[in-house]
């Protein structure tokens, strides 16, 4: 069962610290940060109870060497209500469903079609340059911006 873990303390450059001291100590996964206001930065993890403490009190003592004003608090077993409200934190990677072979040909034709476009160069012993052919339309772009005295 994931236990959840959060460390709030005054400053993000102290946040990041503290998440990476906490989740190099312990096997915890990082589930986003949210800032409160007056400074203040709340950090969540999830992982293991074990796992949590040795993370929290790892993260808590690199914080408190930065400032003295660090809170933190684990739940063993949260609500599963609590775990899906804390799903908007910034920082929290989006998981996305996606259907099995959905747009895999489309991916790979319009791989082809860009590796098509581009020119490879070679210049000496240098390794090979690819450069992409521009489109008309950004040529009549450039060539309209120059008129005017902007760059391209």
Do not use: W
């Not at 610290?17 to 589930?31: L, M, N, P, R, T």
């Not at 790892?58 to 739940?75: C, E, M, P, T």
Request: glycine residues 8%.
């Amino acid at each position: 069962m994931k236990s959840l873990g959060v460390i709030e303390m005054r400053g993000f450059a102290a946040a990041i610290q503290a998440v990476d001291a906490a989740c190099k100590s312990a096997s915890v996964d990082f589930i986003g940060y949210r800032k409160v206001g007056a400074g203040l930065v709340s950090v969540c993890f999830e992982g293991e109870i074990s796992a949590i403490h040795t993370a929290i009190e790892r993260g808590l003592s690199v914080a408190a060497a930065i400032d003295k004003q660090v809170r933190s608090l684990v739940i063993a077993r949260p609500e599963k209500s609590v775990v899906a409200s804390l799903s908007n934190l910034k920082g929290h990677p989006v998981c996305t469903k996606a259907s099995a072979g959905a747009d895999v040909t489309v991916e790979a034709e319009a791989l082809s079609d860009k590796s098509s476009e581009n020119s490879v160069v070679t210049s000496g012993d240098a390794q090979p340059i690819v450069q992409a052919e521009s489109s008309p339309a950004q040529a009549e772009d450039k060539s309209a911006a120059i008129r005017r005295g902007k760059k391209a």
